[in-house]
């Protein structure tokens, strides 16, 4: 499988907001976004907040935040790459997490980031991570580092 292109620019994004809500103690879920539909070997081209509610182990996306992602994604005509989410602790894949994930095409790619991405930089990013694949038969699977269907652009 061709992996998802992710700009360096787009990881340190990620982090920074993962890192604002840890900060607040709050766990923060991000959507990263590229041009639909989303094909194997795509570029994430943006990294999309939605409005959510989170506190230290949990978040939720209401209504409105579903609502204003949709019309995003139908008005600037891209789709959802993935979902990355922070943890306090380690990075797994929580009952919540796989109940409540919003990407739910087979393949769509779950990233946990450890630690609300305290310490973690775009170049220490897929070493700290865990990454979720989406089955056939809806289960979240993880996938092993050497086989992460993610490449990083590390360059400016």
């Known amino acids: ?5 992710c700009p360096r620019q787009r990881v340190e994004e990620t982090l920074a907001l993962l890192r604002e809500a840890g900060r607040e103690g709050r766990e923060c879920v991000v959507f990263w976004l590229s041009e639909r539909p989303v094909m194997p070997g795509a570029t994430i081209r943006e ?12 978040f939720h996306i209401p209504p409105a935040g579903m609502t204003g992602l949709m019309g995003h994604l139908r008005a600037h005509k891209i789709g959802l790459a993935a979902q990355v989410h922070s943890h306090p602790g380690r990075a797994f894949h929580s009952r919540a997490d796989d109940e409540w994930a919003i990407v739910r095409h087979e393949g769509a790619l779950s990233i946990v980031v450890p630690h609300f ?14 990454t979720f694949r989406l089955a056939a038969d809806d289960r979240w699977i993880e996938v092993p580092r050497d086989d992460l269907p993610l490449h990083l652009e590390l360059t400016a």
């Open 1 to 5: 499988m061709t992996p998802l292109r």
């Open 47 to 58: 990294v999309y907040r939605p409005e959510q509610h989170a506190s230290r182990d949990m």
């Open 117 to 130: 991405a305290d310490r973690i930089d775009a170049s220490t990013f897929l070493e700290k991570v865990a």
